[in-house]
């Protein structure tokens, strides 16, 4: 059966304002959303946004969005999710798809800057990797580098190399840089062993926070990590408890600013 866009109506959504005062923290979101086709086999990106708006992010990393494919209507999914919950959006394309793109889509509270896709590495015949990079300024002289990742699903080879890969372009980044993303690798594993040499955890390791598969998940690979240490404080790291939308549940991190 074909797939179809299913938008509730908007009067349900509650758009999230911009904000222009300076924040005492700043709340992270990563979900992977499967291109919007929930476990139920729906396509709803009023759904998606919903959960979004609900997590009241000030920025979010969207995994596994489409723009303008045939399989889901050829609709522009980033445009369409920034518009449903009132947020600025980028999309970083990593590859072609039934007449269209797909990959990454970051949004955010605040005006997103500089936005670059940088490739990752990969072995031939495997889905091209990207890192989606954004500037964002956040009031009072405050400013990070926010990261998109989507890590190689099938290669742990492949999933360490890229991990090195962003440790390594962004090793040099002008103050503080958050890492977000579905990045396919469990705790224990060599990639984010590898990671947490250089970036502290704000999603912990030890916490039992698994998001996948979304009805009851067994296993936590998605994240969000900053650098360098000791510029945020984790507040608050959670799974947010949603079972139909996608096949992943999103991970929500709550930094306090430490400095500027």
Known sequence: ???????????????????????????????????????????????????????????????????????????DQAAELARLTGLHVEFGKAIDLQGG??????????????????????????????????????????????????????????????????????AGADGPVVLAGDLNATPESEPMKALAKHWTPATPFDRGLKTIPAGAPKSQIDYVLVRPAGRFKVVEATVIEEKVASDHRPVLAVLEWVGK
């Open 101 to 170: 793109a797909y990959g990454l889509a970051t949004l955010s509270r605040y005006p997103l800057h500089g936005a670059r896709v940088h490739p990752l590495p990969g072995k031939k015949g495997q889905e091209a990797r990207i890192v989606l990079e954004a500037r964002v300024e956040v009031g009072a002289g405050r400013a990070i580098t926010f990261l998109n990742t989507h890590f190689q699903h099938d290669d742990a080879a492949t999933r360490a190399e890229q991990a090195a890969k962003v440790s390594d372009l962004f």
């Open 1 to 75: 059966m074909p797939l179809r866009l299913l938008l509730t109506p908007l009067v349900l959504l509650t758009p999230i304002a911009i904000r222009a005062d300076d924040p005492a923290t700043l709340r992270v979101l990563s979900y992977n959303v499967h291109h919007g086709e929930g476990t139920d086999g729906k396509l709803d990106l009023a759904r998606i946004a919903k959960v979004i708006t609900t997590a009241k992010p000030d920025l979010v990393a969207l995994q596994e969005i489409d723009r303008g494919a045939k399989r889901t209507g050829g609709v």
